[in-house]
């Protein structure tokens, strides 16, 4: 009976679910999740994660925890100002699911270190902040054929695209964004109201256990949140034949 095993009773809700099961529960506990970026998004992506029983998890952030973090990145406290983001999720994480395995990465992951990363994992889930890691992450998924959510936000917008892991006739991250400028907005300079990107992290774990757990998703479509209107829309990319990554 469930109330025999604490891993059946955590996941009953899930195991309720058609489109799930115990063989989608089972699948998402045999799955790896590579997350780069540990702030807003990646904060509430993992904690979903972990609370739903991904059985491995990678955190990627060599930045710390800083007082500004706080009013959005909601596995910090006050406490942990100063103190490596990998480092500190990690700990919290384990406080939320002790049964899962989770490991802290506090160093930039490039080239062939970040190939072999991504190549052990089942999906990545990028929360960067800026276009160049974007694109060699993009880069790496796609010649590994992984899965990739990426997501962003900025004052009260919100974006989430699926990508991959077959690349032959959907597009990749570079088919949104053909070249790179890193003089756009970013929060420091023109805010972010604090829970838009937990509903963009969160949009993404939902993106990541259908995945893992085998359930179909439309590849290739940009999702909108505005949250001044309340209002969401997608939009269909393109796949380009010219494209750097995929083409």
Partial sequence: MAGDNPQLSRHARHIALAQI???GQQRIKQGAVLLIGVGGIG?????????????NLLL????????TNLGRQVLYGPGDVGKLKANCAAEHLANINPDIRITSITERLNGDQLAATISRVDVVLDGCDN??????????????????ISGAAIRLEGQMAVFGPDYQD?????????DADESLENCAGHGVLGPVPGVIGTMMAVETL?????????????RLYDAASGESSSVSIQKRPDCQGCG
């Fill in 210 to 222: 259908k995945h893992l757990a085998g359930i179909a998703s439309p590849r290739g479509i940009l």
């Fill in 170 to 178: 959907s597009p990749c991250y570079r088919c949104l964004y053909s």
């Fill in 43 to 55: 904060c509430a992506a993992a904690s979903y994660l972990a609370a739903s029983g991904v059985g």
């Fill in 60 to 67: 990627c952030d060599f930045d710390t925890v800083d007082v």
């Fill in 21 to 23: 099961g115990s063989s």
């Fill in 131 to 148: 276009f160049a890691t974007r694109f060699q992450i993009s880069d790496a998924c796609v010649v590994a054929a992984r899965c990739l």
